[in-house]
């Protein structure tokens, strides 16, 4: 299977990519290629609203020339595309809430006849960390997730969310078994 896992905390060596690197580990040695794409080195500008992606229904057709359309295009070439974050103030970093916003231009005609997507049938999965508890935390990270999948016509291949992270050293092997047990759901049935 082939993986994109696009990273979005700022800390290449923080708790996100920890997590995300046994998760990678674990596909690798089942076989899997893993794309592990850090999108705070990334050029990434915002969408610009200007719905230009919005006249063709067959190809990525944002008018920005920047770091996005590529990521975009690893992401249709993929099999399954893991989002990882920490969650900043309740929801997405900024680099991966402008990768979100940016898949605006996959889509045409949503909520209307003839709603077309790029990502139609693609296996997509949300990895989330966060210093407090799900509760009153993620949950909104997980519905914007969730709803997401609706206008990219995707199929949700799972979520983990690992909470009470102070510090990459602080997680221990309960989480790096979570995180194994993980990478066999996203892949299973795939």
Not at 37 to 43: F, V
Not at 132 to 161: C, W
Request: with cysteine; aromatic share 8%.
């Amino acid at each position: 299977m082939k993986i994109v896992a696009l990273q979005g905390s700022a800390r290449k060596n923080g708790n996100t990519a920890k997590v995300m690197g046994w998760i990678q580990n674990e596909l690798e040695s089942s076989g899997h290629s893993v794309d592990n794409i850090y999108l705070s080195s990334k050029n990434l500008n915002g969408c610009l609203a200007c719905k230009k992606c919005k006249e063709k229904t067959d190809e990525i057709a944002c008018v920005q020339n920047d770091d996005v359309i590529p990521i975009l295009e690893k992401m249709l070439d993929s099999d399954l595309v893991i989002y990882a974050s920490p969650i900043y103030f309740w929801g997405f970093s900024a680099q991966m809430k402008t990768i979100i916003d940016r898949t605006y231009s996959l889509y045409t005609n949503y909520h209307q006849p003839g709603h077309v997507s790029l990502l139609e049938g693609k296996r997509t999965a949300l990895l989330v960390t966060g210093a407090g508890p799900y509760e009153n935390n993620a949950e909104g990270m997980v519905d914007a997730f969730t709803r997401m999948q609706k206008p990219h016509k995707s199929i949700s291949a799972g979520e983990l969310y690992i909470g009470r992270c102070t510090t990459p050293d602080n997680l221990d092997d309960n989480i790096k078994q979570q995180c194994i047990e993980f990478a066999w759901r996203l892949v299973s049935n795939g």
